[in-house]
């Protein structure tokens, strides 16, 4: 009796014990599961606002595109001459508009030698390819390289010479893979071509374009080292006092140019414009914490708002 009456305070006292841990546990599992609900809601909200805020810059940037081809659908039915004086060529932004920030700019495309002008129809042009290795030179490039590029280019399957290269060539790699023998579908196609590597992609990308069709260079907007090419009697310093001029006074026709070109003129004005029908628009654009930016080639006909050849949006 004696031992029973001095043992139930100690019993109760483990009870209560007992109870204050399992009610602490409770406690503490319920701050647990508050704290994941929580957590988890913070979460959805997040990827919701994120999901908010790109649907809103995608949509603007769509909006700048549309107001880009319109801006180059103004200007064709202005005048046929294309040059960066004219409205089109001014950088926009950033603007605010409707919670989004938004800039942009328009580059001509035909401001650069286009690849595929090399060998529009499978075979090459002698005349666009001498430029080609002249440009090339200028960029201080090796002139193998237009051998390489004028392979993958044209329909049949003989080596131009000791650096051109077939299917023989990609064939022997670790990892094989055939010519295309057609047009570029980008410029960053170069890198399968024999000898392009991530240096030369470097040096040539301000000055080189894959674009679906044969085109005319823009002496309008032409990188000097482009224009340097396309006048064989001239050096890279007169080409850029050429640009100088022209950014101050823009040739007005082909006439003007070869005029004021004076002895280092063209050898030939084919292939030559002072217009352009591809531009490449930029987008970027901001919405709370998202940025997105999109690139599209435009194709402009002589009427209405230009086509959307390509979209790409990142
Ligand atoms: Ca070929
Ligand atoms: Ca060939």
Do not use: K
Request: proline share 5%.
């Amino acid at each position: 009796m004696i031992g029973r009456a001095r043992a139930a305070p100690v019993c109760r006292g483990r009870q209560h014990g007992v109870a204050l841990v399992l009610a602490l546990a409770v406690v503490a599992l319920a701050a647990a599961a508050a704290s994941a609900i929580l957590h988890a809601q913070s979460g959805w909200l997040r990827v919701e606002s994120l999901r908010s805020d790109r649907a809103q810059a995608l949509a603007a940037a769509d909006a700048a595109l549309d107001w880009a081809r319109a801006a180059l659908a103004r200007e064709a039915r202005a005048t046929g001459v294309d040059h960066r004086l004219e409205p089109w060529a001014a950088h926009i932004g950033p603007l605010e508009v409707e919670g989004a920030t938004v800039s942009g700019w328009l580059d001509d495309a035909q401001g650069a030698f286009n690849l595929n002008g090399i060998a529009p129809q499978g075979r090459v042009l002698p005349a666009q390819l001498d430029r080609y290795r002249r440009l090339l030179a200028v960029l201080g490039l090796p002139a193998g390289l237009a051998d390489a590029l004028a392979d993958w280019l044209d329909s049949d399957a003989r080596a131009s010479g000791p650096d051109g290269a077939e299917d023989a060539f990609y064939l022997a790699l670790a990892a094989p893979y055939l010519a295309a023998n057609q047009p570029l579908a980008e410029r960053g196609e170069l890198a399968r071509v024999r000898g392009y590597d991530a240096q030369v992609l470097e040096r040539l990308r301000p000055h080189v374009v894959a674009l679906p069709v044969a085109t005319a260079v823009n002496v309008n907007t032409a990188t000097p080292e482009v224009l340097c090419a396309l006048l064989p009697g001239s050096d890279l310093g007169a080409a850029r006092a050429l640009v100088l001029e022209r950014e101050r006074r823009p040739f007005r026709s082909l006439a003007d140019f070869a005029a004021r070109a004076g002895d280092r003129g063209p050898d030939s004005l084919d292939g030559l414009a002072v217009g352009s029908a591809w531009f490449i628009a930029q987008v970027r654009v901001r919405a709370g914490e998202v940025v997105v930016s999109a690139e599209a080639l435009l194709s402009r006909a002589a009427t209405g708002a230009p086509s959307i050849v390509w979209r790409r949006r990142g």
